[in-house]
């Protein structure tokens, strides 16, 4: 049974910083791709940041929404079957529920956006930015 458990939300002033965390369980996530998305109230699902596995002895790429590139950072531990988002600098448009995922298909670029290529999803965390 896959499990997708993310933590780490809550309330955060403007400019702070927060990491969501998503522990994956149920098979090993190393070759797969893992990413967050996140609905604001009333607005549809979007992507927000995915890393892809390298190949070989290629490192891991990430792909980031225009919106938080320099301010979010997705990372991984393998170990621990782990992915996080460190969120610095939040403003209040990032105020949504955030979802894990993970899909068994690579990608790059714009083609890790689609939600439906995902095969697992996460309950979600609630992130809220104000002051």
């Known amino acids: 049974q896959v499990q997708l458990v993310e933590s780490g939300g809550g309330l955060v002033q403007p400019g702070g910083s927060l990491r969501l965390s998503c522990a994956a369980s149920?098979?090993?996530?190393?070759?797969?791709?893992m990413g967050w998305f996140r609905q604001a109230p009333g607005k549809e699902r979007e992507f927000v940041a995915v890393?892809?596995?390298?190949?070989?002895?290629?490192?891991?790429?990430?792909f980031y929404r225009d919106s938080v590139k320099g301010r979010f950072t997705i990372s991984r531990d393998n170990a621990k079957n782990t992915v996080y988002l460190q969120m610095n600098s939040p403003k209040p448009e990032d105020t949504a529920t955030y979802y894990c995922?993970?899909?068994?298909?690579?990608?790059?670029?714009?083609?890790?956006?689609?939600?439906?290529?995902?095969?697992?999803w996460g309950q979600g965390t609630q992130v809220t930015v104000s002051s």
């Open positions: 995922a993970v899909r068994s298909r690579s990608c790059s670029g714009s083609g890790c956006y689609v939600e439906n290529e995902y095969d697992y």
């Open positions: 149920g098979r090993t996530f190393s070759s797969y791709v």
């Open positions: 890393i892809v596995p390298g190949m070989g002895w290629s490192t891991s790429r990430t």
